[in-house]
């Protein structure tokens, strides 16, 4: 059975940072490129970023490019998501999820709430 | 990049159809057939529907159904069923090497 988990998150000022993890099983992790995608409270899904089979390749959001770095380990099955400078506006749930095809994503993990406030 | 244009919400009886559109631009809709469709219920994660255009991933009902026009997308439900009522989201590549989502629709059973 796929699985994913994310952890990492919680409570952080503005200006902080923090890192998720996406804990994957059930398939052969570095077969697949991988997605985080979040959603602010009451509001609609988001781009966030993506991440080749083998780390080579990332593309993220305009408003997250500079301030958040997506990364894997296959050696470990783990997604990651280094964020910093995070403002306000940054506070959501983060899902990972798997890229099926064509950036369509076919398995999401539960999401990890993000809260920026002071 | 702006997100793609979708109706806020769109409501039918049962056994009705309903279709949701999802309109962009050349830079994403109109120029790749990487469409994909999202349902989403209150506190959990979304679910595929339909990939490229007009896939289907299995275990999906064949009721969904998804077609693209120029540079609007476009997802059917037919035979509406209350399980239906959900959030359902677009999301498109583009140009920019990419992606981005629809601005959501709520559908309701009447």
């Known amino acids: 059975e796929v699985q994913l988990v994310e952890s990492g998150g919680g409570l952080v000022q503005p200006g902080g940072s923090l890192r998720l993890s996406c804990a994957a099983s059930?398939?052969?992790?570095?077969?697949?490129?991988m997605h985080w995608v979040r959603q602010a409270p009451g509001k609609g899904l988001e781009y966030v970023s993506i991440i080749s089979t083998d780390g080579g390749i990332t593309h993220y959001a305009n408003s997250m490019k500079g301030r958040f770095t997506i990364s894997r380990d296959n050696s470990k099955n783990t997604l990651y998501l280094q964020m910093g400078s995070l403002r306000a506006e940054d506070t959501a749930v983060y899902y990972c999820a798997r890229d099926l095809v064509g950036g369509a994503v076919d398995y999401w993990g539960q999401g990890t709430l993000v809260t920026v406030s002071s | 990049q702006s997100a793609l244009t979708q109706p806020a919400s769109v409501s039918g009886s049962p056994g009705q159809s309903i279709t949701i559109s999802c309109t962009g631009s050349s830079s994403d809709v109109g120029g790749y057939n990487y469409v994909s469709w999202y349902q989403q219920h209150p506190g959990k994660a979304p679910k595929l529907m339909i990939y490229?255009?007009?896939g289907r991933p299995s275990g999906v009902s064949d009721r969904f159904s998804g077609s693209k026009s120029g540079n609007t997308a476009s997802l059917t439900i037919s035979g509406l069923q209350a399980e239906d009522e959900a959030d359902y989201y677009c999301?498109?590549?583009?140009?920019?090497?990419?992606?981005?989502f629809g601005t959501g629709t709520k559908v309701t059973v009447l």
């Open positions: 059930g398939f052969t992790f570095s077969n697949y490129a």
């Open positions: 490229e255009v007009s």
């Open positions: 999301r498109s590549y583009t140009s920019s090497s990419t992606y981005v």
